[in-house]
Each structure stands twice: as C-alpha cells, then as structure tokens.
C-alpha cells in the first residue's frame, strides 16, 4: 500500500501529477478542493457552509477540512494506497496524520512564485463549454476564442493578480510548519516543478522509487 502527500502551490501541476500516480497505482486520488466543489454542486449542507465562507471572501477553515478528510478517509477504499492533495493544513493536523495512517512520502513540487504567477494569470476558460486554455502552454487556435464551441474566453474570477498573492500569501504561511514537521521525520521528497509535465512525473517516480513513467 502507498500512501503520499502531494504539495505545491496553485498551478504547480500537483491535479496532474496526482492523475498520473492514480491510474497507474489504482491510488485513490483526495483533493480537498475537488470535494468542496462536488458539496457545492451536489447542494450539500457542508456545500452550503462553503460557499457562505467563500461569499464572504475567506478561505474554508482547517477543522472544516479535517472533518471532510477524516469522514473521506473512512470510507476505506484505498486499498492500493492513497495519494492526498490538500490537506494537511497545520502542524497538529500534519503530526496526527502521520501517525494514524504511517504516510510514506511527502511529494513537494516546488515551483518559484513568479513562475506560478506567469502560469496562473496565462489562464483562460470558456464560460460556454467548460474548455480550459492556457496562453502559454495551450493556446486556443483563434486568439480568445474558444477551439471547440467558438465563444469567447475569459478569465477566472479568481485569477486576478491581488487573489492570486493573497492565495501565495496563504500557501507559504500555512505551508511552512507543515513541510518542517515532515521534514524531521525525513518523508520530504522535493521535485522541481518547471519541467514538462511527463518530466516531472519521471522524476517523482525515481525519487520514490517507482517503476518509470511510460507515457
Ligand atoms: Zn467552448
């Protein structure tokens, strides 16, 4: 059974690295913020909670998150292991989580604030089909046009540059004594996050060592 911690800031590639670990080791794949997203779709009374929080322009509190985690984890379905994104948030939620599930790595995908500024403000989605773009690394064809349904694109709400340092303000302050706990009991691998994804996902795998990527 494998059992990691992905962390990296927002656009660090941490959902597609995650992916690629997932399909190929049948891990489950628990990221905080894909299950915030379902309760607010599905209407949910935690749903509710989040977007009152959210409306109000905070961010979902730990304990929220730890009880969203713990009641995820309980489901135990993981039988091959698991790979969490997300959590935990804090150096109690880090030392507790440690101890009761013995996680074998911490994948910590570093990636320079600048480049996630370049990455993050370079994206666009279509409001009409769903489609994501990125004026860097997958540019629409027509230039703010959407390739599959032609409507125009535009930027996330939350992608302006004052949200986005808030949100690097937050990830390195809360980052910080998580990372140093895990650190003293040596599970931190760090993987540079700049290189092509495929790249990236090689060198996850030889520093866990884990058969390699096949592509
Ligand atoms: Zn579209």
Redo the contacts with the bound molecule.
Sequence with gaps: MRKYVIMGVQGSGKGTQSQLLREEFDLVHISVGDIFRWQVRNHTKIGAQVKRIMAAGELVGDDLVESVVRRRLDQHDWNYGFIIDGFPRNGRQAEFFMESYDIDAVIHLELPDDEVRRRVLSRRL??????DYNLIADRPEQEGR??????E?VTRADDTPEALEARLRDYHEKTRPVLELFRRKEVVHDVDGRPPLEEVQQAIRTTLGLPPYKG
């Design positions: 279509c409001p009409n089909c769903g489609m959407c390739d599959i349904c032609g409507h694109l």
